[in-house]
Every structure is written in C-alpha cells, then in structure tokens.
C-alpha cells in the first residue's frame, strides 16, 4: 500500500469546571506534594450539572467539523465512539452524537442528505475502546479510501469519594478525523497485541434489596484493584511489545505517547522495559556504576529512575505528553489521544519524527502502534486553541465538588456550553430517553 492513513485532524472538549488538586488533597487529610509533585496532578476536570458523555462527546466533533469546515457529510462514513462511560446498555452514545451532527448542519444550512448512511456504533474494552475504534476504522479507509472516518474517545472517570482513586478523576473527549493521506500523524498498518483474561477493574451490575425486592444497580463507579492493574499494565504493554518488534528499540524513538491513569504514569510503567533495553545492549552497568548503584540491589529500577540519564530522556521522550493529563485528570478511552494534543502543542514537535504509542485497557489488552507526525501538522494543531480552551473553564470549591457529585445543584455553575441537555432521561415519564439541542 502506497497511500498513508492516519489522524487528520483532532478536536478536543473539556468540562467547564475544575478543581484544584491541591484543594482535594487538603480536605482529604493528604500531603498536596504527593501528588503534584509524585503523580503529576495539578487540576480535576469536573462536568457541571448540565454536562454529561453526550455533551462532552458531541462538542468535541462539533468542534472537528468546524475546524473541517469543507467537510461533507458524504465524506464521513462513520462516526465510531470508544467509551466505558455509556449510559444505556442497548442504545449507544454515538445515536446522540449523530442526531446533533444533523443539527449542526441543519444549524449551518448544510446538505443533510446522506446522514442516514453515516455508520454509527460504541466500542467498549476499558480503556482502550477508542484506539479498537482507530484500528477498525482504519481498515474502512484502506477498502473506502475516499471516505474518512471520526472517532470519538469520551469519558468521564470519576471514582468513590474519599477512595484511593478518587484524586485521579477527570473528564474529556477528543475527537480524532482519519483519512487519507493525513496532514497530523500517519500511522504504519503495523499493531503489537496483547490480551489476556484478568480482574483488576469492573463496573458490575449491583444487586440491592430495596422494599424487599432485590433491584439490578448500574454505577458508574468501578471496583478496581490498583495494584493488579499497574501490573496487568506492565504484563500487556511488555508482551504488546514484544509482539511489534522485531529488533527495534524503545530508543530509536522521538516520542512515546501513553494511556495516562494519571499523568506520570507513563514513565513509571516504562522503567522496567527501558531498563532491559539497557541491560542486553550492555549500558546499563556503566549507568549504574556512574551514579554508584548497584545493578543487583532489589531497589534498583527505583534508583535508576532518579538518574541523570533516566531523567533526561524522559524530557526528551515523555514529559511533553504529560502536561494536559496534569490539567485534566484520567480521560479513559481519550487519555492516549490527549497525551498526543499534548506532544503536538509542544516545541519539540518536528516533521517526521516517530512516535510509539502504548495502549492499554483494563480486563486486559494492550496495542502498540507507531506514528509519524506530517509536514502540515503545525497547520493543523495551530487552530486548535486549547490554551484558551482550558483557561476558560470555572474554577469551583471543594464544596462545591461534592455538592456536584451528590447532584444536590440544580442550576449550572458556568453555563457556557454549546449543548442544552433538555432531558435527563431520570422520569418515568419521559421512558428514561434523552434529548438534547444545539444552542445557535
């Protein structure tokens, strides 16, 4: 195949308000530097009373289709949307995402015809859904190279209050348009896999016994086993790995972009990859010798982290896909899409360099990719305006927070968003449907 395919274009959504991390930490009795300075946590993303997954994922390709503004509907032949945030377990999200697209160009006096012909479906795997979404559509542009593809990554991750996972929460979608020949990241029809049955994170259906009848009870908050996960993690990226390369190594490239649980997470879970790369080209032990380690010590993969050399090639290599998870907190399915926006807004960002990009969902798979960034990506990424983005977003309490997520609030605190939720779809008498309008 001579043609290339991969990410056009991408759009990204944040919810209107934040919480700073730091005024978490202090309520809840925990050293703020801990996880400013050891996780990388710098803001919450939190979803007002009038945001939910269908505003958020909605307004991220909204936006996509206004930064395409040439783009027919014609052109798309699917919007596909990766999530584990879905509210309904028959109708999927991207139903909703589509009947606003139509109100988008109705709202702009655009041609509609051709919208009933647009394939539309969820895909689910954790949090790697919406890199399952990128995969399959890509293989629809090789056999229907005039057409592009949107992938939709939305999620809103939020945790039990005062739980172990609570100060990782956060919120987002990013839209990703694929074509033919992409002017952001061309990505190589070349996937590492790994799979394997685990159990470290469930959202179950619960069982509770109401007025003596016992009711199913759908939440959105997951059971998880952290520790479990960090090493299904390491165990699926390891073996994905393993099974992409032949002889490359994780060195030769410029940038690698991760699925971020929380900021720095990235290059934790690398360290022990980076350090067998080491140890068989025979450069580890002059590293350890420099900084007098040693290599047989049980604390070794921590001390090397703390290196000179460990450290700046995570500068060089990681850090740049770090920073908008730090302002945003775990995006799911859209946190790898996310730490790819990041990168692209950096300084570093050259035609042609290669990125490695590591997936991972929990139950458990891991894909490894490569990509290369296009002559026209600062076209791209300069249109997207994500400083602003975030900089207009409400800053709220701790108070306010909790009164959030106990839905005590009635009324919106910022009222700023492009999508009216016009039902909740929580009444009997509207048989839990949802509706929503585009604001003019």
């Not at 949307?81 to 139903?95: A, H, L, N, Q, R």
């Not at 006096?109 to 647009?118: Q, V």
Request: proline share 4%; charged share 25%; hydrophobic share 35%.
């Amino acid at each position: 195949m001579n043609d290339t395919f991969g990410i056009h274009d991408i759009a990204f959504k944040a919810p209107s308000l934040y919480l700073p991390i730091e005024d978490l930490a202090i309520a809840r009795d925990i050293d703020p530097a801990k996880l400013i300075h050891g996780l990388g946590l710098k803001k919450m993303s939190v979803c007002d009373v009038d945001e939910d997954i269908i505003t958020l994922a909605a307004s991220s390709v909204i936006q996509l289709l206004d930064q395409n503004p040439d783009l027919k509907l014609t052109d798309i032949g699917r919007i596909y949307v990766g999530t584990e945030s879905s509210i309904d377990g028959s109708k999927p999200i991207g139903t909703y995402v589509h009947g606003l697209v139509q109100q988008y160009f109705d709202s702009k006096g655009k041609d509609t015809t051709g919208i009933n012909h647009i394939d539309v479906v969820d895909m689910t795997f954790a949090c790697i859904g919406a890199v399952d979404a990128v995969h399959n559509s890509l293989y629809y542009l090789y056999a229907n190279p005039d057409k592009v593809a949107i992938v939709v990554a939305a999620d809103i991750a939020n945790y039990d209050l005062d739980s172990p996972g609570e100060y990782t929460q956060g919120a987002g979608a990013v839209a990703v348009l694929l074509s033919k020949n992409p002017s952001l990241v061309s990505i190589p029809d070349k996937w590492g896999v790994s799979v394997k049955n685990e159990h470290d994170f469930f959202k179950p259906i619960r069982y509770q016994k109401v007025n003596g009848k016992i009711l199913e009870i759908h939440d959105e908050k997951p059971i998880f086993d952290g520790q479990l996960s960090n090493t299904v993690y390491q165990n699926r990226i390891t073996e994905a790995w393993e099974h992409f390369r032949s002889d490359e190594l994780i060195e030769k490239y410029d940038q690698l972009i991760f699925h971020l649980p929380y900021a720095y997470h990235g290059r934790r879970i690398i360290t022990p990859l980076l350090q067998q790369e080491l140890e068989t080209e025979g450069t580890f032990d002059a590293i350890c010798a420099e900084n007098d380690i040693d290599p047989k010590d049980e604390q070794v993969s921590r001390l090397f982290s703390k290196t000179p050399y460990y450290k700046n090639w995570v500068k060089a290599t990681i850090a740049e896909g770090d920073k908008l998870s730090s302002d945003m907190g775990n995006l799911y399915t859209a946190s790898i899409f996310l730490s790819l926006v990041s990168y692209c807004l950096s300084d570093t960002v050259q035609t042609d360099k290669e990125l490695l990009f590591f997936a991972y969902g929990s139950g458990s798979k891991a894909k490894v990719f490569t990509g290369k960034v296009q002559p026209q990506y600062k076209e791209k990424s300069s249109c997207w305006d994500i400083a602003r983005h975030l900089e207009g977003r409400v800053k709220i309490t701790f108070d306010e927070y909790i009164a959030l997520r106990k839905k005590e609030l009635k009324a919106p605190l910022a009222n700023s968003n492009t999508i009216a939720q016009e039902s909740s779809g929580i009444s009997a008498t509207n048989k839990f449907e949802r509706t929503y309008t585009l604001k003019k």
